[in-house]
């Protein structure tokens, strides 16, 4: 049964809340509102509607940990020195008292041992940033394995994968500012990898390293990038990210009630506005409960940096994991170019091939487009296994970040399982190539597989694990019709199109322009949307469901069409006659 | 509530043939907080003593900053810095608390209908679209730009070209490299010393087998030796280049012929510094005397030249030509013969 | 809990509570483990007032090494000139000790590298082993307490020792070892060992004799001042408190990387859960207000 779903309000109430008196509160919103204008826009916005599900709070998870890294990060900024003027370290850390180090060193030393509550906002700080790239990832992921990222969101999606390439240069620039021994090195990996770059590499070194490595330009630069330059864009692509959400409203599960056209969920205000409010408070909260009790980036175990010393295990943070894993599995091929040398195992792994996957990445809604040829509205998300090839891209392109993302490890793998680096880096090299092909594949039948469940179950009832034995001796299982609801948001889908084509050639004989396209675009939609179950038709469901009445007659040994529930205490059975012949 | 769209094209009212309609918004079932006042109180106790705990970690955390030392002498609990836990753990929690005393309250004493908004498509509709047509087409006659093709291109000149000057202006962010990269400070006769103390090598301080992290004299200057005063900025730019490792060996072990002429009694010296990208290596393999990189695991070979055996380095680690000098103190023959770390496009492959 | 228990919630519930099974399997190991530890045969212990340690060590060195390292100490290779067991002329006490002392000798099994384990041998028959060895060829012999203690030194004198044993850790350690002396990744299936909680007199001859693939660090190399800095460096490493929390392990980015993925995310992604579920639900209708 259905409800009257036009009510604007509801609360705790039956009827709807009404308008209070004028207070105080409301004598300053007056006064606001004198001069700002601003219930006009308020007016939708306060009552507005988000639709309710877990996977729509990943996004939030990112929004709060990018607000933890701006508070923690203003109170870094008040006692880090961005200098790499030497100084002699006499702070309260014993083991380092008279070396030589840097400013920067020295204050995060100072915030780490001196300052009460230093430490743990430096702690807080880097859990944070760790939190605030996976978060964007699963948020990415969950976009894309659900289709939200289709017209007229794909502008979102960009913004999204630059905010994404921010955060990580954010994060890299930010841990090398202490200017430790771990980050230093990473540092002089990536005075290694600008050099590598043909024609133009050690000029860009020297240029942004302001002469020679490691010089003392480094830091005080990477300081600007990383609380001014990065930040700014981060805050402006943000709000741009926000607003477009709001503007186009979230996207929703199908399901009772919901369609293309409306959004079903809670107002803005006053649920909405406490379960996002409230997420803040939690993110922030486990954030400190990490920094508390889970040490990260112990600076002063590392030292001051200094070009001739290493740690074993040098790697860099989590999100960088996947280009320095290409550049350990990648063959030493150096060429000799007419007296240049052009670095291509550097070049390679660490310039050309995250340039090209973030490409693709950002590429990834208009390739779908041009292939499916869609120009709808989408504002119901579809369940992964109903868009197999789809999936099976994300999952392929997933298999080769963490396979990246493990050589990247491989000598912590090494020491960790007992195995040979040597072996591990030898494995890699195939796998990253054999390993999304064969995740593609497993996925896509996959998807299909599950998808055929789906109709099994739409047609023939679910399986109830009740055996039944038919007078004859042959045993069979119980199907039983799934709810409504439940049939509903399976079949609230759209039956996949294949591309509309012109005709190859025109009256006269002459190929129509772009016909060789369209003849791949139709071939790659055919093979996107093969061996796709599509929903059944509504003929097919009658058939089914007149076929399952049938078979319950029987087994009930009625003779008229029952609903099965005769043996199960669904409902009262006292004046049937069952089996009476 | 917005008007129903009239833009069926792009926005499907209802699925094709759907086969099954679409029942609607479920009816709503009211929470045991809704129809029962015991339960309801309940609720607001439990959210009010979230908050109540949250109050109470706050306290605790101003106490904790205030009791709990840091500096020379930190405060510890079951092994741990103690200011850090008891600051992260009360912060965490007052904040924590806030968070979920608000969900409850949320999931439990909130209005929970569901309500129902309309969507509009997100294109303007068309008449806007006219009317913005319309206004830019008269901004832009009447500014003239379309009939005037000279001022045009004059501005559209003028302003591509100002590109050059902010790109120029940042020439200076550093100096040019010159041939920097390819020289690097050892000199003919200049003594190894000890990374870390300086003192010179003999010989026959080593053993077979023995590892030493070593830099040149110059960068350890005492009156003694003469060298000219090198610090900051300066020192760490020629220790990059200059860090050197010494191993010992049995001669036999040797294999190139170039490795030979630069060793001394099986004291062979390599650049420390790694050719894929400058990593410092001086992880040696005694036995089979291969060193290897730590930060992508480039492996050499010491006895043949530096040889590329394994990883992803480019060319074979620069080694250094030794000699002894009159006083039993191991020195340099001279520069290295090629540049050193990382590759770059100005080096000469040969 | 119904783990171990098949007849909860099965019979009547209140014979045997949900967490029945449980109990019994812990009461069941605590007991096995308790009667073992109590019962086990302790090491054999011998006291031993010899003169010649070295004759003695000979006749342990026949039964328990010469299969690998020859009747003499020669070393033997196999027919394609592989070792089987290096030559120990020339070795010195030192490494006897180390490597015996520490369990990893004798080896269980060929491989890689051999591990750390349980010694075989008592201190007595290390001792005499030792001594065996120190006579096949000149080599460093096992250190006394002073070379590698900082006892007696003043508390400034101990601190700058602290300092310096720093620095040499970082330019000769930690490349194979890591910054906190966690152990790393060498080729072929080798590693640099944890040397944490190791016993100094051990890190002394390890650096002194350059056990396995290591290189050694001779006194010509690294001064036994400077092998007494880094081992005070250790101590101190050992002593600190973490400061900023439970260590992770101590590997760096990837165990970070870990925990932030695991309990970050996953605590987050859980709370996220909890915020858009149902909540619980009732039967009852509210009666009009």
Redesign the interface.
Known sequence: MSIDTSKVAASNTTTAATAKKPSKAGAAAAWADDRLGLATAMKKNLRKVFPDHWSFMLGEIALWSFVVLLLSGVFLTLWFTPSMGEVTYQGSYDPLRGVTVSEAYNSALKLSFDVRGGLLMRQMHHWAAMVFIAAMMIHLLRVYFTGAFRKPRELNWVIGCLLLLLGTLEGFTGYSLPDDLLSGTGIRAADGFMKSIPLVGSYLSFFLFGGEFPGDAIIPRLFTIHVLLIPGLLLALIAAHMLLLVYHKHTQWPGPGRTEQNVVGFPMLPVYAAKAGGFFFIVFGVTSIMGGLLSINPVWKFGPYDPTKVTAGSQPDWYMGWPDGALRIMPGWEFGIFGHTFPFNVFLPIIVLPGLMFTILLLLPFIENWVTGDKRDHHLLQRPRNAPTRTAVMVSLMTFYGLMWAAGGNDIIAIKLHASINQITYFMRAAVFIGPAIAFFITRRWCISLQRHDNETLLHGYETGIIMRSPEGGYSERHLPVSPARAYSMTARERDELPALEGETDANGIPTPGSRSQKVKAKLATMMYADNVQKPTPEELEEAHHHVDHENELQAGLDHPADGHQFDGHHLVDEEHLRSH | MSDQNSHDDLVPSTFEDEPIANPGLPPHVWRPTDVDPKAEKRAERQVAAFFGLSILCAILFLVSYFVFHVGSDWNTVGGLGASNVALGVFLGGALLFIGIGIIQWARKLMGDHEIVEYRHPARSSEEDREATIAALNAGLEESGIGRRPLVRNTLLGAVGILALPAVVMLRDLGPLPGDKLKHTIWTKGMRVVRDVVGTPILVSDLEIGDLVNALPEALFPTEENGYPEIEGVELQQQKVKAAVILNRMLPDEIVSQQTLNWSVNGIVCYSKICTHVGCPISLNERTTHHLLCPCHQSTFDLTDSGKVIFGPAGHALPQLPLAVDSDGYLIAQSDFTEPVGPSFWERDPS | MRLLNRSAGRLSRHRRGPLAGLVVLLLGLVMTGSLYAAFSPAQADQTQSSTDQAAAGRQLFLVGCAFCHGQNGEGIKTQDGNQIGPSLVGVGAAAVDFQVGTGRMPMAQPG?QAPRKKPVYTDEEIAQLAAYVASLGPGPSVPTASDYSTAGMSDSER??A???G???F???C???????G???????????PKIRGVDPKYIYEAMLT?P???????N??LSPE?KRDVIA?LG??NEA????????GG???????????L???G???G???????H????N??????
């Open positions: 890689a601190q700058a602290i300092v310096r720093g620095q040499i970082l330019t000769n930690t490349a194979c070892h890591n910054f906190e966690s152990g790393g990744a060498m080729p072929r299936g080798g590693y640099a350059g396995q693939a290591m290189d050694s660090f001779s010509g190399d400077e460096y101190s490493l408190p973490g400061y900023g929390g439970f260590g992770l590997l760096g980015p990837v165990s970070e990387g870990l925990f932030a993925w309990v970050g995310l605590s987050l992604v709370f996220a859960v909890w915020i858009a579920a909540t619980t639900r009732s009852k209708k509210k009666v009009e207000a």
